[in-house]
């Protein structure tokens, strides 16, 4: 049905809902009939997927900002070449849960002052952004109790604090200041139905303004 392929990325702070909404919005385009690819980042290739197990687990000192952002971009760069890019030429909607924003706050701005190099990085070796970003705002006392209720072995960022949270937040906002051209930012912390509805409002005004 889509004639024209779409790239839609959520954002937001650890456990803000970006997976439970990317989900709900590829199961409600999937049943208008869009050919939808659903995935995620760090991953949603298998070699980024290794990068991921790489990033996300072990001790927070694990590897330099540097290091850790090369380690990103390479995962990414991966994810772009086998999955995302084939598939909005294939006319798909690829709906992906983080991207390079994640990077620009993460990477650079959690560790001292990386951004110029993420951007150049970013320029270099990705050279793409979302049509369209969802960003999931919301309270980061909230989303970390949340995130930590899953009580997995990724969590390594999560490790980081309320602090790091709230720094995220702060920059997520700002980042939909600096594009808000495809930045859209819903509140999150309401039910998580009332906040699928907003989300699918706004992809679908997206979608027919530019399918
Ligand atoms: P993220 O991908 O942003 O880290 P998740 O979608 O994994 O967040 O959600 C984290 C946890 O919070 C999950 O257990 C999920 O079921 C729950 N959750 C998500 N959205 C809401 C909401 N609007 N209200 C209450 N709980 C929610
Ligand atoms: P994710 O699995 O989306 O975690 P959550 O569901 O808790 O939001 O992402 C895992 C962590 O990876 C998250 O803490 C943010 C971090 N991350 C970066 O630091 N840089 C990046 O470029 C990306 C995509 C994620």
Redesign the pocket.
Known sequence: MSAKGAFISFE??????????ARLLAERLRAEGHDVVLTREPGGSPGAEEIRALVLQGDPDRWSAETELLLFTAARRDHMERLILPAISAGKIVIC?RFADSTRLYQGLSRGDLRATVDQLHDLMIGREPDLTIL?DMDPET?LA??K??QGVEERFEDFGTDLQQKMRAGFLGLAKEFPHRFHTID?????EI?AHDVHALAQSHLTSSL
């Open positions: 937001g702070i650890d456990g803000s809902g970006k997976s439970t909404q849960d999931i989303g949340r995130a209720g899953r999150g912390g309401r039910p998580i906040v």
